[in-house]
């Protein structure tokens, strides 16, 4: 028997080959910016830049671990290591064009990395992990490709926003106000932190990309852009899905073979 | 239930809505009610957007003021207006007789929005609001 190969997203559209490369682990994505570690050390605001990482745990070297075959199989991630707290940051992205959304994000972490747990709301998708992973994770994620200034937002709580019309400088809304449009820099500055506590100073996380580079980096498929309905194979799939979920919760008996 | 903001006519007069594509800034707010404080017929002028709150209402920062630069008060026709929207939508009353009347005020709302809305905005003639007393303006 043929080993089994990995499969991620059916279909031949943009927004299908996009989610594809998202989720696979073996695909690169593309760094576009630099925001330093000091800065999304701030915005996230777990604690400051420099400071010593809290612990709530002894470190497993010490072997006060108690007796488990689980815990002798697993390799334990930095932060678990260290006994790290657990910390969050969180994305909302906009309905928009943004380069990804919460549900692909669930998949691409998944898909990706180990040792997080992760919440997907319809605008918004949360990150737990131990803190020192998160900040690498979360720097990631901010200076890659499915980071948009404009588009997606760094916001631990009231995220409202993602569905709402874009505002004149084609930034989503924030009631907030995290992050503002530099006029002069044409750049997208942060001058809160993703609960809106004021920074001490601005963070710069670069020029949003235009709306023709976004429709070529979307995971969104939108009626005024490509339509779900087009691409016969992700449609195929969403109806065999809802057809085998309807067939299982009524006529189990009948879903051997299907 | 708020109070209505004017008196209601207490008939069905026509309302135009003019739906903008993006969210106004308060800049371009201040700048369309002043052009469409220039249009005949105008009853009164009905505002919809994102709301902006004035303290950050939960988290870890709740009870710091917000600071939003677009939540001022602007002068419209002389007289302060304080703007807590990030406005999308207007909805203008007209105190008009007939087609004519009509026509023309929605013509003037047009050159009115033209120059300040350059995202582009829907124009549409309706009803909106309620335009008499229901139940729920005697309620305590």
């Known amino acids: ?258 | 239930m708020s109070k209505p903001a004017a008196d209601y006519a207490g008939i069905p007069l026509p309302e135009v809505e003019v739906f903008s594509n993006r969210l106004l800034s308060v800049e371009t707010t201040e700048k369309v009610l002043n052009a469409l404080n220039e249009v005949d017929y105008v009853r009164q002028i009905n505002m919809t957007g994102e709301s902006l709150p004035k303290t950050i209402n939960n988290g870890p920062a709740k009870g710091l003021e917000n600071h939003h630069s677009q939540r001022k008060v602007i002068k419209v026709a002389g007289r302060d207006v304080e703007i807590c929207y990030l406005v999308g939508a207007f909805y203008i009353e007209l105190a008009v007789e007939n087609e004519e009347q009509l026509d023309s005020a929605v013509e003037q709302i047009k050159g009115a929005c033209d120059p300040h809305l350059t995202h582009g905005y829907s124009i549409n003639v309706g009803r909106y609001n309620k335009f008499r007393a229901s139940l729920n303006d005697y309620r305590e």
């Not at chain 1, 569905?163 to 500055?189: H, P, S, T």
């Open chain 1, 1 to 258: 028997m043929a080993a089994y190969k990995r499969q991620f997203y059916p279909g031949a559209s943009i927004p299908a080959k996009n989610r594809r490369k998202y989720m696979d682990p073996k695909v690169k994505l593309k760094q576009l910016r630099d925001v330093s570690m000091d800065d999304v050390v701030r915005l996230m605001g777990h604690r400051n830049p420099g400071e010593d990482y809290k612990s709530i745990h002894p470190p497993i070297e010490e072997g006060k671990e108690p007796e488990c075959p689980i815990r002798k199989l697993v390799v334990p991630i930095e932060g678990a290591k260290h006994g790290d707290r657990v910390r969050y940051i969180q994305f909302t992205d906009s309905v928009y064009f943004a380069p990804i959304s919460p549900y692909q994000r669930a998949w691409m972490y998944l898909s990706r990395y180990r040792g997080l747990d992760t919440g997907t709301l319809s605008g918004r998708q949360i990150i737990e992990m131990r803190e020192r992973d998160l900040e690498v994770l979360a720097k990631e994620m901010i200076d890659n490709e499915t980071f948009d200034p404009a588009l997606t937002g760094i916001r631990g709580a009231t995220v409202h926003g993602h569905a709402c019309r874009l505002d004149e400088n084609g930034l989503m809304f924030d009631g907030w106000q995290r992050y503002i449009w530099d006029d002069k820099k044409k750049e997208v500055v942060y001058v809160k932190d993703q609960v809106a506590l004021p920074l001490d100073r601005k963070i710069y996380v670069g020029k949003p990309a235009s709306m023709s580079d976004l429709k070529k980096r979307t995971t969104i498929f939108r009626a005024d852009g490509v339509d779900m309905r087009d691409d016969k194979e992700v449609t195929k799939y969403g109806i065999r899905i809802h057809y085998l979920r309807t067939l299982g919760g009524y006529q189990p008996f009948n879903v051997k073979g299907e």
